[in-house]
């Protein structure tokens, strides 16, 4: 069995990565710091290809999967989870920057590695996409803007692929994670400030990679006749809050 598994460089992807090479898979490791995939090489040899691919070069990422090695080729899992977020700030006054790199990594992205796996998929009649989702976004939250929406963009993405291959026995699930500690996901978004990003964990017990890594894992080896459409997965130490009203002084 092969999993395709992008972001495998860190976090999720690489407990992902880790995971299914445990459990005697073969996993092409893609990312753009691919000598993070040394360890993993040298742990499990032949079984890992480490691919170096940035998600967003839409070429680039029709020639790999195109490209790929006989023994990687027939793709059977496609973790769709290099992604993330850039900025905390209010719509107001946010970096536009920000807003396009969200959009070319968690949609694009998203999109390409897709469109371009997905038809070998359908005409081995076997495969199942996994796309790493957010409670982002299907709850807001201030800040969550642009990130919040490229996540809901993800959910409805899987949904809808799934309308699209009934019959064909492809499977697609969206796992949907909240506060996760462990990974780079909030240095990147604090754009490398290591104090901002430690503050969001402080006095939290988060979930982590590996669990998000079981997770995926699970959903993978569900019968083939099981599609798991969703999965909304929290810290135990994370829940909702009110609506937040804007009250002038009297
Ligand atoms: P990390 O920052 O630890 O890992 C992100 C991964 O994405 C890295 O391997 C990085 O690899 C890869 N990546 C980023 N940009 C590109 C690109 N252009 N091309 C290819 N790969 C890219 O984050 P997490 O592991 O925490 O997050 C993984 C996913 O889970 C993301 O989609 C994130 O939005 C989502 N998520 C995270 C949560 C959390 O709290 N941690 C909660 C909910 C969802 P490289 O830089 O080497 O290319
Ligand atoms: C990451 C979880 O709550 O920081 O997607 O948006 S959160």
Known sequence: MIAFITG??????????EKFLREGWSVVAAGRRIERIDPLRKEY???????????????????????????????????NNAGGAHGLGPAQTAN?????TMIDINIR?????????????????????????????????PGG??????????????LNLRADLLGTNVRVTCVEPGLSGGTEFSE??????????????AGTEPMTADDIAETVYWVATRPARVNVNTISMMATCQAFSPFAIHRTAK
């Open 145 to 158: 803007n642009a990130y919040g929406g490229v996540k809901a963009f993800t959910h409805q993405f899987s």
């Open 45 to 79: 040899g032949e079984a890992v290809l480490p691919l170096k691919l940035d998600v967003t070069q839409r070429q680039e990422v029709l020639s790999a999967v195109e490209n790929l090695p006989a023994a990687f080729k027939t793709v059977d899992v496609l973790v």
């Open 8 to 17: 495998a460089t860190a976090g999720y992807g690489y407990a992902t990565a």
């Open 188 to 201: 990147v978004r604090f754009k490398g400030d290591k104090t901002k990003a430690a503050a969001v964990y």
């Open 96 to 100: 536009l920057d920000d807003w396009d």
């Open 109 to 141: 992205g998203l999109m390409y590695c897709t469109r371009a796996v997905l038809p070998g998929m359908v005409e081995r009649q076997r495969g199942h996409v996994i796309n790493i989702g957010s409670v982002a976004g299907e709850f807001p939250y």
